[in-house]
């Protein structure tokens, strides 16, 4: 049985320490935060757990496992650094840190200290995300072409990131567990129309080897909520659509072909498929509390789970270039 300390119980903590507390392999033994109002919650809500203000309570006690980070995103290169050094395994909420470099050294640490660390990307556990997973990985798509994403709401402004790093993040962690590659290259439009606030709305485009492109549009100044994906292969495409309650996937027998015109020796046109549409049942587990388990049994099994360190360093460094390109007006930013 694993034993947490959470460290921040504001928007994601009770959220976290609620499926923690759940799941089979988990318990949290300490709840840390440096507000009273959100330690009385806590207390209110878990009277057999200890809460208390000073995370470095957890850090000494020899009875926790792993330490969950979810603060601003601002605190978890030091967090998440204090935590390995002092022999836990990490938990850290989405993003990994604020810059590749910090991440860089947060990996190196959790090397050197043979520790593990999970990032929270959770949109990877979704059961949907999972099936078109699988479906990709059994060229069930054949060769991808793009995906193409809208990720917009009415609010919530963050106040320590810009919607790129709030909400395009999400796509980044889906595409790095679809595609077999990481982008070559990013580009980024960003704006900010609320005076005195970070950028609210972000299209972000990144290109990839063999012509594969990818685009997501994020905006917190939509006036509907809006979590949709199209993805498309030479075989077949997909629309996922998370919100929708029943058919988050739909599957079109559609697509593309160049064919040979025996009329004009040298002409090739492009020929249209279109099939039947296929809807697979998707499973309601919370997202959650599949990226919990999956959590709980590579820190137990010593194996790295799908969103470790390493994947949260290429998803910073590719939110770092895109937040770049922005501020350069939309330039091209080499990755590789």
Sequence with gaps: MLKYGVIGFGYWGPNLVRVLNTAE????RYVCDARDHRREL??????????????????????????????????HSQLAMEALEAGKHVFVEKPLTATSEEARQVVEMARA??????????????EAVRKIADLIDNQELGELLYYDSTRVNLGLFQHD??????L?????????????HPPTSVMAIASSPIPNQHESIAYVTLFYEKNFIAHVHASWLSPV?????????TRRMIVYDDLEPSEK????????????????????????????MVSPMINPYEA??????????????????????DTGYQVVRILEAANQSAQQGGRRIDLT
């Design 25 to 28: 392999r988990s318990m949290v």
């Design 42 to 75: 806590a207390e209110r809500m878990y009277p057999t757990t200890k809460v208390v203000t000073d995370h470095r309570e957890l850090l000494a006690d020899p009875d926790v496992d792993v330490i969950a980070i979810a603060t601003p995103v601002s605190t």
């Design 113 to 126: 200290t043979n520790r593990t660390v999970f990032v929270d990307h959770t949109f990877v556990y979704t």
């Design 161 to 166: 990131v810009n919607v790129i790093w709030d």
């Design 168 to 180: 395009v993040v999400h796509d980044l962690a889906i595409l790095d567990r679809i595609t077999l």
């Design 225 to 233: 909520k809006i979590r949709q994906a199209l993805i498309g292969g």
């Design 249 to 276: 996937i739909k599957i079109y027998d559609k697509g593309v072909e160049l064919v040979h015109d025996p009329a004009e020796s040298y002409a090739l046109q492009v020929g249209y498929r279109s099939g039947d």
């Design 288 to 309: 959650l509390a599949n990226a919990v388990n999956h959590a709980n049994a590579s820190f137990l099994e010593g194996v790295q789970p799908i969103t470790n360190g």
